[in-house]
T-cell receptor, first 113, second 111 residues
Framework: EADIYQTPRYLVIGTGKKITLECSQT?????MYWYQQDPGMELHLIHY???????EKGDLSSESTVSRIRTEHFPLTLESARPSHTSQYLC????????????FGSGTQLSVL | QKEVEQNSGPLSVPEGAIASLNCTYS??????FFWYRQYSGKSPELIMF????GDKEDGRFTAQLNKASQYVSLLIRDSQPSDSATYLC???????????FGTGTRLTIIP
């Protein structure tokens, strides 16, 4: 079954640790995105990719980085986590010419102590 | 002014009634319009999209687009408690292939 997967679902980690949030999709979508969302707040685009070896920063400044070595995989990395990074991180994908019909993963809730 | 504006609510509607959710956007160069539903603690899911002026119906949902007045609406007929969620309006602007989301309207259906 085609889907988009995020791991871990929940992550509690100490300040200064390096973390990688995983996102994989089996739909063959070229476009992938990372959004950040705090409870009751709007979605903020932090990174996106139009295909392999393509990565762009989104509208919200973020200290995270992303890579796109394979079409299906779009991991997000924080080199040194801080409490201000505590948030929900949502991965999404869409087709080219799909007019941005986004399919979202289940999200990763990150808490940095 | 935000590019996509929604009343944050909460909007309370009795079960069986019509829920009306509104969204205004700031740019006439917009292209496509989307409604996503997000249950508490869950990810958004696409429920409707509309490209042309007028109405588009899908089951109990109707999206209405008026480009001259720069608003898009979502009507939910025969509201059910399972419709209680936050509804996100999103717009794509010409020359920018990324979605711009509104802050969402929290809808509560009262049994």
């Amino acid at each position: 079954e085609a889907d988009i997967y995020q791991t871990p679902r929940y992550l509690v980690i100490g300040t200064g640790k390096k973390i990688t949030l995983e996102c994989s999709q089996t739909m063959g979508h070229d476009k992938m995105y990372w959004y950040q969302q705090d409870p009751g707040m709007e979605l903020h685009l932090i990174h996106y990719s139009y295909g392999v070896n393509s990565t762009e920063k989104g509208d919200l400044s973020s200290e995270s980085t992303v890579s796109r070595i394979r079409t299906e995989h779009f991991p997000l990395t924080l080199e040194s986590a801080r409490p201000s990074h505590t948030s929900q991180y949502l991965c999404a994908s869409s087709e080219w010419g799909g007019n941005e019909k986004l399919f979202f993963g289940s999200g990763t809730q990150l808490s940095v102590l | 002014q935000k590019e996509v504006e929604q009343n944050s609510g909460p909007l309370s509607v009795p079960e069986g009634a019509i829920a009306s959710l509104n969204c205004t956007y700031s740019d006439r160069g917009s292209q496509s319009f989307f409604w996503y539903r997000q249950y508490s603690g869950k990810s958004p899911e696409l429920i409707m999209f509309i490209y042309s002026n007028g109405d588009k119906e899908d089951g109990r949902f109707t999206a209405q687009l008026n480009k001259a007045s720069q608003y898009v609406s979502l009507l939910i007929r025969d509201s059910q408690p399972s419709d209680s969620a936050t509804y996100l309006c999103a717009v794509i602007y010409f020359g920018n292939e990324k979605l711009t989301f509104g802050t969402g309207t929290r809808l509560t259906i009262i049994p």
